[in-house]
């Protein structure tokens, strides 16, 4: 598989979650690789439920990973441009939960600097099967984009927000590389055996 003349390489995961494939942190960034910036919600009006309905919202919402989109990288394996399919998009994200990463972000992927104040409360995947529409302002992007929202009370971080110095998501972590469509074809064979095994070891644990 090519695109524009370089080879691509689909990203993957191992399903299992202690392998260390998957996203370990989220970046908030200048420049995201998908090319897509979130959108900053302040200021906007809300049901009058509470007292604090009138203080600023600090919500950022925007795609985290838009599947089908081939993405240019240039480095030990040379040039090349990686790509999720819609399938590795869902699993990756139930990966991402199931490890705790939701609120391990950094800025400009300084890896393991955390940053604090900034809450991951909402993620959905677009898919109009079950009724789950993207966020306004998104609406051309392939179903199975993965969107996030983040409450952000860091003052520094929101003001770089408000003033455009970030603009969007930016996820980091360890994939496996599928090169062939015949690599896939095997990735998915070995990810059914797997499942297969888990199988058989719970039925044997619960005859214990």
Request: a negative charge; proline letters at 4%; zero cysteines.
């Amino acid at each position: 598989m090519e695109y524009k003349g370089l080879p691509v390489l689909l990203l993957d995961i191992v399903d299992d979650p202690t392998h260390e494939t998957g996203i370990s942190e989220n970046a908030i960034v200048d420049d995201p690789a998908i090319k897509l910036s979130f959108i900053a919600f302040n200021d906007q009006p809300r049901l009058q439920q509470f007292a604090v309905a009138s203080e600023d919202r600090r919500i950022i919402t925007g795609p985290l990973l838009v599947p089908d989109q081939p993405v240019y990288r240039n480095d030990k394996k040379g040039e090349y441009y990686a790509m999720f399919t819609r399938d590795a998009v869902e699993r990756t994200a139930l990966k991402f939960f199931r490890q705790g990463n939701g609120n391990k972000v950094n800025l400009m992927h300084n890896t393991g600097e955390l940053v604090s104040d900034i809450v991951l409360f909402e993620s959905f995947i677009y898919d109009t099967s079950r009724g789950v529409q993207p966020v306004k302002g998104f609406e051309g992007v392939p179903e199975g984009t993965w969107f996030v929202s983040y409450k952000v009370d860091n003052e520094k971080v929101w003001q770089d927000i408000k003033d455009g110095t970030f603009k969007g998501f930016s996820m980091q972590g360890l994939f496996n590389h599928i090169t062939t469509e015949d690599d896939e074809a095997e990735l998915a064979e070995l990810r059914a055996t797997a499942e297969l095994l888990r199988d058989k070891l719970r039925q044997v644990v619960e005859k214990i």
